[in-house]
């Protein structure tokens, strides 16, 4: 089966990652399609990126004592 992009920008990219690789034009899109669909498989969804950040950043965060209003009042600086 047969690709066909008749596009001068896509063009001109395989051309330039297949100088900078020293490689084909058909090399340098294989190459490039394969790194692209590897990044989308290793894609963390961003809820469960969330979700890390929020059980090691903000872990303790929440715990502690309520405060006073005499220590709410020194943290404002009043």
């Given at each position: 089966?047969?690709?066909?992009i008749r596009d001068s920008r896509a063009e001109q990219l395989?051309?330039?990652?297949?100088?900078?690789?020293?490689?084909?034009?058909?090399q340098a899109v294989i190459d490039a399609l394969s790194n692209e669909l590897e990044?989308?498989?290793?894609?963390?969804?961003?809820?469960d990126r969330i979700e890390a950040l929020r059980q090691t950043h903000f872990k303790g965060?929440?715990?502690?004592?309520?405060?006073?209003?005499?220590e709410i009042d020194a943290m404002w600086g009043q």
């Open positions: 089966m047969a690709l066909n395989a051309k330039e990652l297949a100088s900078y690789r020293h490689t084909t034009m058909t990044r989308e498989r290793q894609k963390v969804p961003l809820k965060v929440m715990q502690g004592h309520d405060m006073t209003k005499d």
